[in-house]
């Protein structure tokens, strides 16, 4: 399993970001997916989920209104559409697979900094 984010990067208040996370090794189509975040000092919380279709999205409260999740299933890829952004979406996004034994499996992150 491999679990590629790329898309961070500093952005003023009020900006945007799109993250990516590229996957292979598994069948990306099977699974929900879902990203976290850390941020400095803090445990890695859990931003929004996706299903398998895509057809279901959750998403933490806080995030609710300016995130939005999706997958395209053809490129074995997540993305995470990041709008509004605050200072206090500044932390390390990974995204993440869990498997039917819960087995977590993470990408290595990528920094989102919001600041002016």
């Known amino acids: 399993v491999q679990l590629v984010e790329s898309g961070g990067g500093l952005v003023q208040p009020g900006g945007s970001l799109r993250l990516s996370c590229a996957t292979s090794?598994?069948?990306?189509?099977?699974?929900?997916m879902r990203w976290y975040r850390q941020a400095p000092g803090k445990e890695r919380e859990w931003v929004a989920s996706?299903?398998?279709?895509?057809?279901?999205?959750d998403y933490t409260d806080s995030v609710k209104g300016r995130f939005t999740i999706s997958r395209d299933n053809a490129k074995n890829t997540l993305y995470l559409q990041m709008n509004s952004l605050k200072p206090d979406d500044t932390a390390v996004y990974y995204c993440?697979?869990?498997?039917?034994?819960?087995?977590?499996?993470w990408g290595q992150g990528t920094q989102v900094t919001v600041s002016s």
């Open positions: 993440n697979l869990r498997t039917e034994a819960s087995n977590d499996y």
């Open positions: 996706v299903t398998r279709d895509g057809g279901v999205k």
């Open positions: 090794g598994f069948t990306f189509r099977y699974y929900v």
